[in-house]
């Protein structure tokens, strides 16, 4: 049994931090794009619009019936070879397409959850006044909505920081890809994945305090 070359992974530290911001700006901007999308598909839902609310129940079942990575192959390899015009596209546009699709299907229906679970008596309220539904979702229903989805939504930005590892099956050089071809070179795979994981391990730790410190900022609000 050999020890665990320490030395080499002191040495990997600023190679791996290197990609850092790479996998950072993969999930961020998926996770906005994801918030956008989600929100339009919960209100799609709550209104019940006709034909709409179908496709987009469709669209909800299938991204979370299927693998991240299976979706992600299908828009990289698969898509390309029906349309043409995607063939341009670079492997990390694809990890954020796909991780907006993939995220946005379950963030939808946390969202529809808390829309749902907003007072009747307040969407009564401000239909009796004149408010239209738009109106009514805009300044009433979503504001309350979105305190009360938000530590379930940290939890999927989450799981999307740890998801972009996904994207080294991509051909992008994020951290796990970094790890895969330094691992690759040297052979020491232990090494190299676990402190990859440790990398992992620590920004996920960060954004858990300021989701803590989040849900009792939003505890207080309510208690308000």
Avoid: C
Wanted: proline letters at 4%; zero cysteines.
């Amino acid at each position: 049994m050999r020890p665990l070359d320490i030395a080499y992974m002191w040495e990997l530290v600023p190679v791996i931090a290197g990609y850092i911001p790479l996998t950072l700006f993969m999930a961020v901007i998926a996770m906005a794009a994801a918030l956008v999308l989600a929100a339009l598909l919960a209100v799609v839902r709550v209104l019940r619009i006709p034909v709409v609310d179908r496709v987009v129940a469709v669209f909800i079942s299938f991204f979370r019936g299927t693998p991240l990575l299976v979706q992600l192959f299908l828009f990289y390899y698969g898509l390309p070879q029906m349309l043409s015009f995607l063939t341009s596209i670079d492997g990390v546009t694809a990890a954020i397409f796909g991780l907006t699709l993939h995220f946005s299907a379950y963030m939808a229906e946390s969202i529809r959850g808390a829309i749902l679970g907003v007072d009747r008596s307040q969407w009564e309220a401000a239909q009796s006044i004149g408010m239209t539904r738009g109106q009514l979702l805009r300044r009433i229903i979503l504001p309350q909505a979105a305190r009360v989805a938000a530590p379930t939504l940290m939890n999927y930005f989450i799981d999307m920081i740890k998801s972009t590892s996904l994207a080294f099956t991509l051909g992008v050089t994020e951290m796990m890809g970094a790890a895969q071809k330094e691992a690759a070179g040297s052979f020491l795979y232990l090494e190299a994945f676990l402190l990859v994981a440790l990398f992992y391990w620590a920004i996920v730790e960060v954004l858990s305090v300021g989701q803590r410190r989040m849900e009792r900022h939003l505890g207080k609000a309510v208690a308000r």
